[in-house]
């Protein structure tokens, strides 16, 4: 139980410099940067070349992990600003 909860903060931590790095507005504050942690180590996984590099914490490699929330946090963003303006 201990490892799953140090999972889902450091999926936060990385999410949220992934959104700091694009400099979005990740909807969902805390759950969606924790959403984009996950989503953005699950990426990074499978970004070839990056997968071993640099640290590991709680099962996730950092550096995969803070590219790939960056790349899903940036077409999170994409998809939002389309989203807005096919309501306008």
Same mark, same amino acid.
């Not at 140090?6 to 694009?22: P, R, S």
């Not at 996950?38 to 640099?54: D, E, V």
């Not at 550096?63 to 309501?87: C, E, N, S, W, Y």
């Given at each position: &139980?201990? =490892? *799953?909860?140090?999972?889902?903060? %450091?999926?936060?931590? %990385?999410?949220?410099?992934?959104?700091?790095?694009?400099? !979005?507005? &990740?909807?969902?504050?805390? #759950?969606?940067?924790?959403?984009?942690?996950?989503?953005?180590? #699950?990426?990074?996984?499978?970004?070839? *070349? *990056? !997968? !071993?590099?640099?640290?590991?914490?709680?099962?996730?490699?950092?550096?995969?992990?803070?590219?790939?929330?960056?790349?899903? %946090? *940036?077409?999170?963003?994409?998809?939002? $600003?389309?989203?807005? $303006?096919? =309501?306008?």
């Amino acid at each position: &139980m201990l =490892g *799953f909860i140090l999972t889902l903060l %450091v999926a936060a931590f %990385v999410g949220w410099i992934g959104d700091a790095i694009v400099k !979005n507005d &990740m909807p969902g504050g805390f #759950w969606g940067a924790m959403l984009a942690g996950l989503i953005g180590s #699950w990426i990074g996984a499978y970004i070839p *070349f *990056f !997968n !071993n590099i640099g640290p590991t914490v709680g099962g996730i490699a950092l550096i995969p992990a803070i590219l790939g929330a960056a790349i899903f %946090v *940036f077409l999170l963003g994409l998809f939002k $600003r389309a989203t807005v $303006r096919a =309501g306008e």
